[in-house]
């Protein structure tokens, strides 16, 4: 036979109760005896339950319990919740209030964000706990409910690169658009994070998303870090270039591209952004310039982020997992940085010897190479561009054309079309029509000969 249990813990408090006062139930005992008796019963030490200790209670609470039970029965020794259950004592009208007002007007802040920034400026205690206000926020229909699908047809399991830069996240941010004089200017956050400590080797605020701006952005991140084993990326344009192919190839880089429409596959690289959004970009405010929001960033990445406890991490922090005695760094030398983003393409010299290279004309000195193909290289790195032809073991600068310097500068005369340039007792005889007339009038000789032959030709009647 199963046992009888209670049904839940106030039941089992109840019953707690009565085995103390129960030997006063059954007893009817004058006042001044049952005040004796009280008061036996409060010298008593006794362990509630789910207590690891034993207590006393006082002469009023038995006497309450007491009472309870003659008017209500088990009933009444059941305990009863608080009035103000869930509504938080540390949290007065006026701070409720500013909690209610934050979330109204910034609803994507995090409760972690905003205990966070209301006890920087002075105006929270640090007994409010983040669960005290999660309370608050489901009272008032403030709380946030994330929406959890998981019918997708792909099995997620959660994964870890092995070691630090053994896998490099890359992606881009939108961020708000600024509006200077009179000029819209998107804002680009392009960042690059380390799978196994969830560090950010690089990040930068641009106003593009091109693939040389990326590829800056990687240069500055393998000089301090060094080479990474894999680069995993989006199916964005800015990630799909021969440029980056190249360059990640000919430093040993494995490049990896996320499967088109699957967010969910790039989890890292997309909580990232959405402590980036929490914590700088949701709460902006009046921004100058670029400038302005990436100090912002770094300055939020430097003192909090790297700095504070990872979830994915089991607690430690990014900036230590992270740190130089954790990995090995594969040291890049600057020649070999700059073979790696060397371009080489082919190119036609025009015949006034220019030389078309990313859109800008380029001319050089060397007028035999009008005309031809030419291997053109110019390395990534150089700001402005620099390139030169490669030919037949040469290296020929290139340098841009100025049209302004070309007018003024003096041209070689034309050579003239009916006199050679040699004096007339040197010139080289050459006419074409006569020698074609001289031809003729051998082929008639011999075919009059052919004819007569005593000789005699008749040259009128040829000619």
Same mark, same amino acid.
Request: net charge positive.
């Given at each position: 036979?199963?046992?009888?249990?209670?049904?839940?813990?106030?039941? @089992? /408090? =109840?019953?707690?109760?009565?085995? /103390?006062?129960?030997?006063?139930?059954?007893? &009817?005992? @004058?006042?001044?005896?049952?005040?004796?008796?009280?008061?036996?019963? =409060?010298?008593e030490r006794v362990r509630p339950p789910g207590s690891a200790c034993t207590r006393s209670f006082a002469v009023p609470t038995l006497e309450r319990w007491l009472y309870a039970y003659r008017q209500r029965g088990l009933e009444g020794l059941c305990p009863r919740a608080r009035r &103000?259950?869930?509504?938080?004592?540390?949290?007065?009208?006026?701070?409720?209030?500013?909690?209610?007002? /934050?979330?109204?007007?910034?609803?994507?802040?995090?409760?972690?964000?905003?205990?966070?920034?209301?006890?920087?400026d002075g105006r929270l205690s640090a007994t409010v706990s983040a669960s005290t206000v999660?309370?608050?926020?489901?009272? !008032?229909?403030?709380?946030k409910i994330p929406q959890r699908d998981g019918k997708g047809p792909t099995t997620r399991?959660?994964?870890?690169? !092995?070691?630090?830069?053994?896998?490099?996240?890359?992606?881009?941010?939108?961020?708000?658009?600024?509006?200077?004089?009179?000029?819209?200017?998107?804002?680009?956050?392009?960042?690059?994070?380390?799978?196994?400590s969830r560090f950010l080797v690089a990040i930068s605020v641009e106003s593009d998303e091109k693939e040389d701006t990326m590829l800056r952005l990687l240069v500055r991140a393998v000089r301090l870090y060094g080479v990474p084993d894999a680069l995993y990326l989006d199916n964005g344009a800015t990630?799909?270039?021969?440029?980056?192919?190249?360059?990640?190839?000919?430093?040993?880089?494995? +490049?990896?591209? =996320?499967?088109?429409? &699957?967010?969910? =596959?790039?989890?890292?690289? !997309?909580?990232?952004?959405?402590?980036?959004?929490?914590?700088?970009?949701?709460h902006l405010g009046a921004i100058t310039s670029l400038d302005d929001i990436s100090s912002r960033i770094q300055a939020f990445i430097d003192v909090h982020y790297h700095a504070s406890p990872h979830a994915g991490l089991m607690g430690r922090a990014p900036g230590l997992v992270y740190a130089p005695g954790q990995r090995e760094i594969d040291a890049l030398s600057e020649t070999r940085l700059r073979d790696a983003l060397t371009i080489r393409q082919r190119r036609r010299v025009h015949r006034d010897t220019t030389v078309s290279v990313r859109?800008?004309?380029? !001319?050089?000195?060397?007028g035999y190479l009008a005309g031809r193909i030419v291997t053109v290289a110019y390395c990534l790195l150089d700001e402005p561009v620099a390139p030169v032809v490669e030919i037949e073991g040469q290296r020929i600068p290139l340098r841009p054309v100025d049209p302004v310097h070309n007018a003024h500068v003096k041209r070689p005369p034309?050579?003239?079309?009916?006199?050679?340039? +040699?004096?007339?007792?040197?010139?080289?005889?050459?006419?074409?029509?006569?020698?074609?007339?001289?031809?003729?009038?051998?082929?008639?000789?011999?075919?009059?000969d052919a004819k007569d032959p005593d000789g005699e030709e008749d040259l009128d009647a040829i000619f």
């Open positions: 036979m199963d046992l009888l249990k209670p049904r839940d813990h106030a039941e @089992e /408090i =109840a019953l707690f109760r009565h085995g /103390i006062i129960g030997q006063l139930c059954a007893r &009817d005992l @004058e006042h001044g005896d049952l005040v004796e008796a009280l008061r036996a019963l =409060a010298k &103000d259950r869930g509504r938080g004592r540390e949290l007065d009208p006026v701070l409720r209030q500013l909690l209610c007002d /934050i979330r109204r007007e910034h609803p994507g802040a995090s409760v972690p964000l905003i205990l966070r920034t209301l006890r920087e999660r309370r608050l926020y489901r009272q !008032e229909g403030l709380d399991l959660k994964w870890q690169a !092995e070691r630090p830069d053994a896998l490099w996240h890359g992606d881009v941010c939108h961020g708000p658009t600024l509006h200077l004089d009179r000029r819209r200017i998107p804002v680009r956050i392009h960042a690059l994070l380390d799978d196994a990630y799909r270039g021969d440029a980056l192919r190249l360059f990640c190839s000919r430093l040993g880089i494995t +490049l990896l591209h =996320a499967r088109p429409y &699957d967010p969910q =596959a790039r989890g890292k690289m !997309e909580r990232f952004w959405r402590t980036l959004r929490e914590g700088v970009l949701d859109g800008q004309l380029f !001319e050089l000195d060397h034309r050579r003239s079309t009916t006199s050679g340039a +040699l004096p007339t007792e040197q010139q080289v005889a050459f006419d074409p029509g006569g020698v074609l007339r001289d031809k003729a009038v051998r082929e008639a000789a011999r075919a009059a």
